[in-house]
Nanobody, 120 residues
Framework: QVQLVESGGGLVQAGGSLRLSCAASGSIFSINAMAWYRQAPGKQRELVAAIRSGGHNNYVDSVKGRFTISRNNTKNTVYLQMDSLKPEDTAVYYC??????????????WGQGTLVTVSS
């Protein structure tokens, strides 16, 4: 079993910054891709940023230059540094991790979500 614990959401004014964290624990052999998704009210969930095990990353166009994804493989943790936040960034942010378990099963695991609210 693998669990994800997210933290770092909250309320911030436009132009401010937040840092999200997502720590994976449990029966982990290795972690491949780690990603952050978000879902705003009335909208579909979208991929915000992803980072591969080798460090290659990609971002949705709307956050390029403002958000930075990173990971600490020793801690099985992924981060999302969000700067220059805009009201349209308001959403529930979900961590998503591709895990190889210690029994060599492949799992896609989702976090519980953390709310980010950006006020204008």
């Amino acid at each position: 079993q693998v669990q994800l614990v997210e933290s770092g959401g909250g309320l911030v004014q436009a132009g401010g910054s937040l840092r999200l964290s997502c720590a994976a624990s449990g029966s982990i052999f290795s972690i491949n891709a780690m990603a952050w998704y978000r879902q705003a009210p009335g909208k579909q969930r979208e991929l915000v940023a992803a980072i591969r095990s080798g460090g290659h990353n990609n971002y949705v166009d709307s956050v390029k230059g403002r958000f930075t994804i990173s990971r600490n493989n020793t801690k099985n943790t992924v981060y999302l540094q969000m700067d220059s936040l805009k009201p349209e960034d308001t959403a529930v942010y979900y961590c998503n991790v591709d895990v190889v378990t210690d029994t060599f099963n492949y799992l896609e695991v989702w976090g519980q979500g953390t709310l980010v609210t950006v006020s204008s």
